[in-house]
């Protein structure tokens, strides 16, 4: 398999972090969206990451419909999702907040970065999206003794957060006072410590 895109993306670097945990092989195209655009679009013709190239040629879009796809490709029980109802979903629903953490935090940038004319609306709007996600999140991971968000082992709820985490705060250097946030820094300072976060991770490299 193929993954392409940059791990400065909480999006791609998920992907890659799960796919190291699963032990499943692949090769990695840190492309650039906007820098090597022409590179990814033969893939993905919406010339986003992550990208995941099959090794039957098929390609996947969208992080949440790759790590569907990888999880097929492990038994039940090394999947890292809950495979049980409810905390099957209660999974996904701490993940899918992450991603719209982050992707929140990606309008926000371009918004900042792309336009001449910032809208101080679109901003205040992003900025209190971002901070009721994260009010959410720490109480939900404070209510759990846990090692991890689902018990012992590390799921993609974790990664996800921890991701998204590092991508806002990185692109957004000030916005997000962790002392306000004391369990989900806990979460994020176990997860980066581990090899694998510092095997797939990159600094935020701001677009050209």
């Known amino acids: 398999m193929i993954l392409?895109?940059?791990?400065?993306?909480?999006?791609?670097?998920?992907?890659?972090?799960?796919?190291?945990?699963?032990?499943?092989?692949f090769e990695h195209r840190p492309w650039s969206t906007f820098g090597e655009a022409d590179k990814i679009r033969p893939y993905n013709p919406l010339t986003r990451v992550p990208t995941l190239v099959l090794d039957d040629g098929d390609v996947l879009v969208e992080s949440h419909v790759i790590l569907d796809y990888v999880d097929s490709l492990v038994a039940p029980e090394r999947r890292m999702y809950p495979t049980a109802e409810?905390?099957?979903?209660?999974?996904?629903?701490?993940?899918?907040?992450?991603?719209?953490?982050?992707?929140?935090?990606?309008?926000?940038?371009?918004?900042?970065?792309?336009?001449g004319e910032v809208s101080d609306l679109w901003v205040e709007r992003c900025r209190t999206q971002i901070g009721t996600v994260l009010d959410v999140l720490e109480k939900d991971r404070a209510g759990r003794p846990t090692p991890y968000w689902f018990g012992e082992a590390i799921g993609h709820a974790d990664i996800a957060v921890a991701a998204a985490l590092r991508h806002v705060m990185d692109s957004h250097p000030g916005m997000i006072a962790l002392d306000a946030y004391p369990a989900l820094a806990a979460h994020a300072a176990k997860?980066?410590?581990?090899?694998?976060?510092?095997?797939?991770?990159?600094?935020?490299?701001?677009?050209e």
């Open 4 to 25: 392409i895109g940059q791990y400065d993306s909480s999006f791609v670097r998920r992907v890659g972090i799960a796919l190291r945990l699963y032990g499943l092989p």
């Open 86 to 115: 409810p905390e099957r979903h209660r999974g996904m629903k701490v993940a899918a907040l992450a991603t719209g953490l982050a992707d929140k935090g990606v309008s926000l940038f371009y918004e900042k970065r792309l336009h």
């Open 191 to 207: 997860l980066e410590a581990l090899p694998v976060f510092q095997e797939i991770q990159q600094p935020f490299i701001p677009p």
